[in-house]
């Protein structure tokens, strides 16, 4: 690569999470000596970086051993250690966990050379990520984060379905003609973006309602969308590899559960059979009556957390997804069917 402003940018992320390659790392240092903005971005990216890490020794020790076991210990760790204090308000804590335990993933698949593993759908990892880097665009616009090449043939009366597989089409093919490091650098770049703008930082300005994606929701809950997606599609790599990735830590967690509910309930409106849900494990909140509240409760459910996120993501299927229930089994077989229908992914 040679010493080239245009070039270093998209090299900065990686050099912040420490994925850069030695020979990488020598030229982004020569170009930062000579290039203020560039070095004023790259320590922007390194603070972020900080941030999501937590303080020092926050990290336990991870297992020294080979192996699918040895990697999931320092996969976990990994995890445990970025979220360990939130870069931002509470409504961005879900997105940084989820973005640090990502970030912890590729760097095994780097180390593994396994980027062309199918995942899920079509796609491959490297795909994944591009699709990521897809999802994200939306939120980024809106929040006047810089978005990404290629240019798009998303349309305004495009209906949001459409636009949103249109523009994962765009952006994964775009990224197969790049190095699976820079699809990785520029997933990279525009996480530690979304966390640096004011709107991760400020719950009053998170507040603002948009619509992305088909629905209006405030800011705070649009970032834990791209939390939901992050972790959802960490969890397919994680499989296709054979790497157990663990959930988010319980409060973070928690977060996105309760999203998931209320949206669950805005699905199923006022009029469907109440059934009382009850999602076990993390900080997932208490009980929830579902449906109608003019009728007492027909059936009860029971799910556990990662199942019913599993479910929500569409990796479940409502008849497969392991389940507690009683009562009116077409009130229970109605919220899991709502539940799976939310999925987007």
Do not use: K
């Amino acid at each position: 690569m040679s010493d080239d402003h245009d070039g270093v940018p998209g090299l900065l992320a990686d050099r912040a999470l420490g994925m850069l390659r030695a020979s990488d790392e020598r030229t982004v240092r020569s170009h930062l000596a000579g290039c203020e903005s560039c070095a004023a971005r790259a320590e922007r990216l390194r603070a972020t970086v900080r941030l999501l890490d937590g303080p020092p020794g926050a990290a336990e020790p991870a297992a020294a051993q080979d192996g699918p076991a040895g990697r999931d210990g320092v996969l976990a760790v990994a995890l445990r250690a970025r979220a360990a204090v939130p870069p931002a308000a509470a409504h961005a804590a879900p997105y940084a966990a989820a973005v640090g335990g990502l970030a912890a993933l590729l760097r095994e698949v780097e180390a593994s050379g396994a980027w062309g593993t199918p995942v899920v759908h079509d796609w491959d990892v490297r795909d994944t990520v591009g699709h990521l880097i897809a999802a994200d665009e939306q939120l980024a616009r809106f929040l006047g984060v810089r978005t990404h090449t290629p240019a798009s043939r998303v349309t305004r009366d495009m209906a949001w379905e459409e636009a949103w597989r249109t523009r994962t089409t765009e952006v994964i093919a775009y990224e197969r003609s790049r190095a699976p490091g820079e699809t990785v650098a520029a997933w990279s770049a525009r996480a530690a973006a979304l966390l640096a703008t004011p709107e991760a930082r400020d719950p009053e300005r998170a507040a603002l309602a948009t619509t992305l994606t088909g629905v209006r929701l405030p800011v705070a809950d649009h970032f834990l969308g791209r939390a939901f997606e992050t972790w959802i599609h960490t969890h397919d790599i994680g499989r296709a590899l054979g790497i157990a990735v663990p959930p988010l830590p319980g409060d973070r967690l928690g977060h996105l559960v309760r999203l998931a509910v209320r949206m669950l309930g805005l699905a199923l409106g006022p009029t469907a059979a109440p059934v009382l849900l009850t999602v076990t494990g993390g900080e997932a909140g208490d009980p929830r009556v579902l449906g109608s509240e003019d009728e007492p409760v027909r059936g009860e459910l029971t799910l556990d957390v990662v199942d019913f996120c599993l479910l929500v993501g569409g990796r479940h299927t409502p008849a497969g997804v392991p389940r507690g229930a009683a009562g009116d089994e077409s009130a229970v077989r109605n919220v899991l069917e709502r539940a799976a229908s939310l999925a987007w992914l």
